[in-house]
């Protein structure tokens, strides 16, 4: 399984983005999506979340900014990101968590310009 991420770009602050991440096929024993991002010379940190149950979990900093949302019949995760702030800069990586392991994308670049 491959996980192709997409959408990250150049944005002002205040402005929006919708990062895609779509699966090359659908992954029938997975539990969890996830967004991560890690910026320049720091560790790679969890972003959001989206379990099977449906349930969603943020980090504190996007709380209220972000969506991630997941489309079982286009096989897609999304990260939708309103009001970007600065500090949002980083490369932007989706993961997939199964029972047998992890699938990762190979990340977006989302820079914010204050």
């Known amino acids: 399984v491959q996980l192709q991420a997409s959408g990250g770009g150049l944005v002002q602050a205040g402005r929006s983005l919708r990062l895609t991440c779509t699966l090359s096929q659908r992954i029938v024993d997975w539990n969890q999506m996830t967004w991560y991002r890690q910026a320049p010379g720091k560790q790679r940190d969890f972003v959001a979340s989206i379990a099977l149950n449906g349930r969603r979990n943020y980090v504190d900093s996007v709380q209220g900014r972000f969506t991630i949302a997941r489309d079982t019949v286009k096989n897609t995760l999304y990260l939708h990101m309103s009001d970007l702030k600065p500090e949002d800069t980083a490369v932007y990586y989706c993961?997939?968590?199964?029972?047998?392991?992890?699938?990762w994308g190979q990340g977006t670049q989302v820079t914010v310009s204050s």
């Open positions: 993961n997939v968590q199964t029972q047998n392991g992890a699938y």
